[in-house]
T-cell receptor
Framework: GESVGLHLPTLSVQEGDNSIINCAYSNSASDYFIWYKQESGKGPQFIID?????DKRQGQRVTVLLNKTVKHLSLQIAATQPGDSAVYFC????????????FGSGTRLLVRP | NAGVTQTPKFQVLKTGQSMTLQCAQD?????MYWYRQDPGMGLRLIYYSASEGTTDKGEVPNGYNVSRLNKREFSLRLESAAPSQTSVYFCASSERVRAGGNQPQHFGDGTRLSIL
């Protein structure tokens, strides 16, 4: 409900450490997953995506892991920087005839200097 | 390259007033979307347009209408605003809906709408 949404899970990490943000997705028929970063007052910004025929994909300082058996997605950020502080959302796309991107409720990442 | 541009950035309305939110993209994308985001929550799809000339309902369409004016522009209209529609509205676009593989959606910076 509303009260759950107002209290985002928060991950606090030391600058330079690695961060791992987790997401449980809801639909076993989902075949495409995206991680977005949202800074205060801004729209979601695409970070990385992965299709269901893969279990790992790497970008610049980020890695996404997909475990379809337990419907779990994670985002790993290497050498976390102050500029990484934001809310991170995972989103899943259900493989049906209509397009639908379902967003998770988000995790707030705080980077301590 | 501006990407997705939304206007206005902020708006305050009284209950019962009407309002159209504008969205334009310059990436030549076929598909466009409207979402709302309530405090501390993820985004919920209101309407989408898979291609020019088509629109479909999303998860929370009640109280809204949309128009895909051309390939670049997709507007969202509130005919009679209600306090429950106080939210931040995001427009997004993507290369195509399906067929051959999904592509990520790219978002504008939102319209912050308050209904008194």
């Amino acid at each position: 409900g509303e009260s759950v949404g107002l209290h985002l899970p928060t991950l606090s990490v030391q600058e330079g450490d690695n961060s791992i943000i987790n997401c449980a997705y809801s639909n076993s028929a989902s075949d495409y997953f995206i991680w977005y970063k949202q800074e205060s007052g801004k729209g979601p910004q695409f970070i990385i995506d992965i299709r269901s025929n893969m279990d790992k994909r790497q970008g610049q300082r980020v890695t996404v892991l997909l475990n379809k058996t337990v419907k779990h997605l994670s985002l790993q950020i290497a050498a976390t920087q102050p500029g990484d502080s934001a809310v991170y959302f995972c989103a899943e796309n259900v493989a049906d005839s209509s397009y639908k991107l379902i967003f998770g409720s988000g995790t707030r990442l705080l980077v301590r200097p | 390259n501006a990407g997705v541009t939304q206007t206005p950035k902020f708006q305050v309305l009284k209950t019962g007033q009407s309002m159209t939110l504008q969205c334009a993209q310059d990436m030549n994308h076929n598909s466009m979307y409207w979402y709302r985001q309530d405090p501390g929550m993820g985004l919920r799809l209101i309407y989408y347009s898979a291609s020019e000339g088509t629109t479909d309902k999303g998860e929370v369409p009640n109280g809204y209408n949309v128009s895909r004016l051309n390939k670049r522009e997709f507007s969202l209209r509130l005919e009679s605003a209600a306090p429950s529609q106080t939210s931040v509205y995001f427009c997004a676009s993507s290369e195509r809906v399906r067929a051959g593989g999904n592509q990520p959606q790219h978002f504008g910076d939102g319209t912050r709408l308050s209904i008194l």
